[in-house]
Each structure stands twice: as structure tokens, then as C-alpha cells.
């Protein structure tokens, strides 16, 4: 079974451009999520989509980040413009929805440097 | 909102030493998830919780989940150096939430042999 597929790995820009990540979840996972790992830090839940449909945004800077899934499969997350603050690796997860397990299976993420 | 709080932050333990992190929420849960973090790597799943003073053993871990289901624990017997990485707490307050996680700050485990 493949994982969850993120790219890209790794991105630097400087601060007020603009970057979009993304990600292709495990086949069949309706639930996804985007988060935020800043370094020493726990991931941090942005956003989460069921099937194409947000369910929860609440810690999204909506200011400045967007994201669509647009035929609840894969997913693009956008940072326009980027802030220093934005540095971290944004992590993608999915999940299997209709079962006793809430396991999230993350892809290898996006390492964003914002200079 | 929820509050996870995790320690500790770091432990150094000699290789054959065990080693225990703690987990608590501000909010009682419906369940907890541990995943483990090594460095330069994603968190990947190590296990589920449900139930109140659930107890779950993966051979040298043992995870346990408090009684007012507000509390968990990770115990490691005699740690090897494959046990290197961040070990997070993630939990789950039910309801709509879509199995929504909040997860902890994370234990950093470092192993010397």
C-alpha cells in the first residue's frame, strides 16, 4: 500500500512570496489533514477535510493560508505571502474513515524555510 | 481550548535503562494515540487507547490510559538505541471532532550505549 505522497520536500523562499504544497493521501482515506510542526514542537492542526469538505479550519491563519481538495482526493495548502514565522515542516496525514481506529498516517512532509 | 501537556520535555538514558513519559489533557478524552518521531522523520502510529485504565503492551512498551481517561503513560523497559526519537501523545475529545488530534510537545529520548 502506498503512503501518503507530499512535495515538495523541501522549499525556501523569502518572506512575502508566495509557495503551495502538496499532497495525495493513502487511496480511500476521506479524512485529511494539514499541519504545522515547528521545530521542537508537537504537529499542529490547520486544517482538516472530509472528503472535500472542511471540517474543521479553526487554527488556519486564514490571512495568509488557504487550502482546497477539491475532488476529495488530493490536497493543496497555500501560504500567501509567507511570514518568517512560516518556517516548519508542513505535514500531510490521512485517515480512514467507518472504523473503531482513529490511527493518521503522515506523509514525509514539506520542509519550508521562509528567509 | 483542549490543553496536552507532556514531560518530560527531554531524558537521557543509558542503553538497558528504562524510560517513562507522561501525558496529561485539560479535558476528559475519548481517546489517546502515541506515535513515535524519528529524527528527520514523520510521526508514525504506535498505538490507541479507548478505554479508561486501558492498559496495552507492544513488546518493551507498555501504554496506559488513566482511569478518568484525562492521562496517559508510555514505559519503556531496557531501552535500546533504536528507541532514539520523539515520542508524542495525541489526543482525541470525541464528539464531532472527526477524530481531530491535539497532540503534545513531545518527549525527545536520546539513548548512549
Known amino acids: 500500500e502506498a503512503g501518503v505522497a507530499q512535495s515538495p520536500r523541501y522549499k525556501i523562499i523569502e518572506k512575502r512570496q508566495s509557495v503551495a504544497f502538496w499532497c495525495n493521501p493513502i487511496s480511500g482515506h476521506a479524512t485529511l489533514y494539514w499541519y504545522q510542526q515547528i521545530l521542537g514542537q508537537g504537529p499542529k492542526l490547520l486544517i482538516q477535510?472530509?472528503?472535500?469538505?472542511?471540517?474543521?479550519d479553526s487554527q488556519l491563519p486564514k490571512d495568509r493560508f488557504s487550502a482546497e481538495r477539491l475532488k476529495g482526493v488530493d490536497s493543496t495548502l497555500k501560504i500567501q505571502p509567507a511570514k518568517l514565522e512560516d518556517s516548519a515542516v508542513y505535514l500531510c496525514a490521512s485517515r480512514l474513515t467507518g472504523t473503531a481506529s482513529y490511527e493518521q498516517y503522515f506523509g514525509p512532509g514539506t520542509r519550508l524555510t521562509v528567509t | 481550548g483542549q490543553q496536552v501537556m507532556q514531560i518530560p520535555q527531554y531524558q537521557h538514558v543509558q542503553e538497558g535503562e528504562d524510560f517513562t513519559t507522561y501525558c496529561n489533557s485539560s479535558?476528559?478524552?475519548?481517546?489517546i494515540q502515541w506515535y513515535k518521531q524519528r529524527p528527520g522523520g514523520h510521526p508514525v502510529f504506535l498505538i490507541q487507547?479507548?478505554?479508561?485504565?486501558e492498559v496495552k503492551k507492544q513488546k518493551r512498551l507498555t501504554f496506559q490510559f488513566g482511569e478518568a481517561k484525562k492521562n496517559s503513560s508510555l514505559h519503556i523497559t531496557a531501552t535500546q538505541t533504536t528507541d532514539v526519537g520523539t515520542y508524542f501523545c495525541?489526543?482525541?475529545?470525541?464528539?464531532?471532532?472527526?477524530?481531530?488530534?491535539?497532540f503534545g510537545q513531545g518527549t525527545i529520548l536520546t539513548v548512549h550505549p
Open positions: 487507547l479507548v478505554k479508561s485504565g
Open positions: 479535558t476528559t478524552l475519548s481517546n
Open positions: 477535510f472530509q472528503n472535500n469538505g472542511v471540517v474543521d
Open positions: 495525541a489526543a482525541n475529545a470525541g464528539g464531532t471532532s472527526y477524530g481531530k488530534l491535539t
